[in-house]
């Protein structure tokens, strides 16, 4: 068997040369997990990425509410972009006509509504105190001012705010404070509006993607909620801001009918209160009845009550008829939701929470509860 092997001329038959092994040591015993050093180390190790990650979050935290307001108003007008596709428009199409519509609703608002808003909320910074102190003349808050000095502590407060016309100064932090404020309320709405316009354009793209992630035997149920979500979501959106608009039409109507006092801002500040569900309206009510009582108690008690049987007929006639395709979730929900939301983000924090919350309850429904009675 060997003689079948041919010898290649020139070249000599060597054994295969054996590597030299090195030697390092004895291998060491492995560590010790129970030691406290080993799990003092880990511990610390851990709380270092942790702390690290949790500043790296707070520091963009800015960015990501961003990021989740432009998401939110996408959903929002998703609907509307539907209708115009549904009409035989493509995406970037029916995009650009709800753009345009948006662009013309906003420059009319700006050119007939801000001038006048503008003037009666410096014209009620300005009367604040006096509006304090006409407080007095009611009966009632004159003999609680005498035995407590309620009145006359928020007027000292006041008139020492708004004392030479500092009260926006100050509360924005002196000049260069309102400076930054402005600048920084400005790029803060051109980054939503870029961002919402993006994502409106590109939202079946973007789902599609993210859909991909999801195991192909899971992909279409995951699809088929995450779609109902937004749908649900857009709903929401545009109907409460369709009722926030009723609210304030209303109480502006009424505010011209009783002449009260600043009826322009008072209907603005409406409208803001009305986009939170179910606990805005109690701060409007609060501040519309405060400012009527300035002129007198009846025009307090004509606007209160109005403002009340408003609210019953919202909830009971308006919210139904609107509402009767967003998501649906139970009046506790819904304000556990509004006051934690609030509580963080603010207006838009109570904006969002409510169909956040109403999201969740729809993944409750459809996927853990299904599960929890087939075990």
Do not use: W
């Not at 859909?211 to 088929?224: G, K, N």
């Amino acid at each position: 068997m060997a003689n079948l092997i041919p010898k290649i001329p020139g070249l000599k038959n060597r054994k295969a040369a054996t590597p030299k092994i090195e030697d390092h040591g004895l291998l060491g015993e492995p560590l010790d997990r129970a030691h406290p050093f080993y799990f003092g180390f880990l511990a610390a190790s851990g709380a270092v990425i942790a702390v690290t990650l949790l500043r790296a979050l707070a520091s963009a935290s800015q960015v990501f509410v961003l990021i989740i307001i432009s998401l939110f108003f996408a959903a929002g007008l998703n609907p509307a972009v539907n209708f115009f596709q549904r009409r035989g428009l493509n995406r970037g199409a029916a995009v650009s006509a709800i753009v345009a519509i948006v662009i013309a609703f906003v420059a009319i608002f700006a050119f007939v509504a801000i001038p006048p808003i503008v003037d009666q909320v410096n014209l009620l910074i300005k009367n604040a105190p006096t509006l304090v102190s006409n407080l007095k003349n009611n009966h009632t808050i004159d003999v609680l001012n005498q035995h407590y000095g309620i009145v006359d502590s928020i007027q000292k407060k006041v008139s020492a705010s708004i004392h030479d016309g500092q009260f926006v100064v100050t509360a924005f932090g002196g000049v260069l404070g309102v400076g930054k404020a402005v600048l920084s309320g400005a790029i803060a709405i051109l980054t939503i509006l870029v961002l919402t316009l993006y994502f409106l354009a590109s939202l079946p793209s973007v789902t599609k993607v993210v859909y991909q992630f999801v195991p192909a035997s899971r992909r279409s149920r995951v699809a088929s909620l995450s779609d109902a979500i937004i749908d649900r979501v857009g709903i929401f959106v545009g109907g409460q801001a369709t009722v926030s608009l009723i609210a304030a039409i209303y109480i502006f109507l009424v505010g011209v009918i009783i002449r009260m006092p600043y009826t322009t801002a008072l209907a603005l500040l409406v409208f803001f209160c009305g986009l939170i569900p179910l606990v805005g309206h109690i701060l409007g009510t609060s501040v519309v009845t405060l400012i009527c009582l300035t002129k007198s108690p009846m025009t307090a008690l004509i606007a209160f009550i109005a403002y009340v049987l408003y609210i019953q007929v919202e909830n009971y006639v308006i919210m139904p008829r609107i509402m009767k395709k967003s998501l649906a979730i139970p009046g506790l929900v819904t304000i556990i939701a509004a006051l934690i939301g609030t509580s963080l983000l603010g207006l838009i924090g109570g904006l969002l929470a409510v169909p956040i919350a109403a999201a969740i309850m729809l993944i409750v429904d459809e996927v853990v509860f299904p599960k929890a009675d087939l075990g």
